[in-house]
């Protein structure tokens, strides 16, 4: 009789993956592995975008012949949103023994309580701790731009950094306020009043780890260098996420709702932490309780007509559109 192939959950790193994306599939991948008592496996590691600064773990398959069972997490798609949104999938409770996560995993509720444990599977270096440190005493916006200025609906306004800024200063001493970015001309056109941090992704990882309090876009990336500090520092955040402002006012990603953050909305007045989370945990409901209907991922509903571009023609466009209009085009 063939013997059981020892249990895993794996995570795959993925080339078109962000780094803010790449530490949430691990993270969650750590803490449901946790939870259901059985090793991390991560592969795709020669693709994380972290290598450098960040150290993280992946214990060895024990049974590597075995197959995998790929799982893939519940997407919700929102015609009214234009929007994929996500919430805490409860089926990885009972994952096949063997199996591969896929999916956004953005919710605090994969962690099953381990939030404390964030700073020992997502660690700086010593140089990165020690850059982070040079930044104790600024405020960091944290903007995104990039390929969010495709996206009307996800991009945040100017009224929502003035809504911020002025929440920012009424909380701490802002004399020293940095923008924080993945796209610097537009950061210098849009926020032409700021200093632009000049550096890359580490240092712009190091900012957000170090700053004494932020205020942050609707982006992954800031969750980890926040969520894996020694200290709780001031952080204003959207509220909805990724609609702020939208008709609807709700949260398009149920799963961004992340304790100990402060949501700003469209008024400026800041949302009361139970009624956002409230607000987040019926959205959710909703999603989870009437909407039924999965299709395959290449059916690519949602998803824009420019991806059937190649990228050879892409990128030198957009590269060109974005100098002749750096806060339309990214």
């Known amino acids: 009789m063939m013997k059981d192939a020892a249990g895993i959950v794996r995570t795959n790193f993925l080339a078109g993956q962000g780094l803010g994306n790449q530490l949430w599939v691990y993270a969650a991948g750590r803490g449901i592995a946790a ?3 059985r090793p991390h496996v991560v592969t795709g590691l020669e693709l994380f975008k972290g290598a450098g600064f960040l150290e993280i773990d992946s214990a060895d398959d024990p049974d590597p012949g075995a ?15 234009k929007y994929f949104s996500a919430t805490y999938d409860s089926r990885v409770e009972k994952l096949p023994p063997r199996a591969q996560i896929d999916g956004l995993f953005q919710s605090e509720k994969y962690f099953y309580g381990r939030t404390g444990d964030l700073a020992d599977w997502v660690r700086p270096t010593e140089q990165l701790q020690r850059l982070s440190e040079k930044y104790a005493d600024t405020c960091v916006l944290n903007l995104r731009g990039g390929e969010y200025k495709r996206h009307k609906s996800l991009i945040l306004p100017r009224s929502y950094w003035d809504h911020a800024i002025a929440c920012l200063r009424e909380r701490v001493r802002a004399d020293n306020i940095l923008v924080v970015t993945d796209d610097r001309p537009y950061a210098r056109a849009f926020l032409p009043e700021f200093e ?3 550096g890359g992704v580490a240092e ?42 939208h008709a609807a006012k709700r949260w398009a990603m149920p799963s961004n709702f992340y304790e100990g953050w402060l949501y700003i909305g469209t008024d400026g007045r800041p949302c009361d932490p139970d009624a956002c989370r409230n607000a987040a945990e019926l959205d959710a409901q909703t999603y989870e309780v009437e909407y039924s209907v999965r299709v395959p991922a290449d059916m690519g509903i949602g998803l824009p007509k420019t ?13 060109m559109a974005a100098r002749i209009a750096p806060t339309r085009i990214g």
């Not at 069972?69 to 949103?81: C, G, K, R, S, V």
């Not at 571009?309 to 990128?315: A, T």
Request: net charge positive.
């Open 307 to 319: 991806r059937h571009l190649p990228q050879w023609l892409k990128r030198p466009l957009k590269k």
């Open 35 to 37: 939870h259901l008592r």
């Open 67 to 81: 197959p995998v069972t790929p799982f893939n997490e519940a997407l919700f798609y929102d015609p009214a949103l």
């Open 196 to 198: 632009v941090l000049e």
């Open 204 to 245: 712009c990882y190091a900012a957000l780890m170090g700053a004494k309090a932020l205020v942050v876009s609707n982006s992954s990336f800031s969750y980890f260098p926040i969520k894996t500090r020694r200290d709780v520092p001031l952080v204003i955040a959207p509220e909805h996420w990724a609609r702020y402002g």
